[in-house]
């Protein structure tokens, strides 16, 4: 099995029933399937899953939520909330996309240009 994702970039992977507590700083994307606690800074697309949770910040280049995250995420490009996402907390990003069916609870903030204000 190759440690590559189609696109060739390196990603890193949290299983169903893992729990990470901590900090995590990820080169390219991180995909979610278990539970974050913590903060989470990926260079690439953090993509949480239907069963995946996040129990803090995320700051990445795109945020894909299908889960839950309860925290503010920053996302230099694009943050998407399919339609079984939850998220209660703030978000600052360049472009939103919001399904049928999401949650959000919180306040957001649209930047203009390719990175959003620290």
Do not use: W, Y
């Not at 190759?2 to 900090?23: H, M, P, Q, R, Y």
């Amino acid at each position: 099995m190759s440690d590559k994702s189609s696109s060739g970039k390196g990603f890193a992977f949290v299983n169903l029933g893992t729990v990470i507590t901590g900090e995590l700083l990820v080169e390219n994307d991180l995909s979610i399937e278990g539970t974050v606690k913590g903060i989470i800074r990926a260079t690439g697309t953090v993509s949480v899953h239907v069963q995946g949770a996040v129990e803090g910040e995320i700051q990445a280049s795109s945020v894909k939520i299908g889960g839950k995250v309860t925290g503010n995420v920053t996302a230099n490009d694009r943050v998407i909330l399919e339609n079984k996402a939850v998220l209660m907390g703030d978000l600052r990003t360049r472009e939103l996309v919001i399904l049928e069916g999401a949650i959000f609870h919180g306040k957001c903030e649209m930047q203009t240009g390719s990175k959003p204000n620290a």
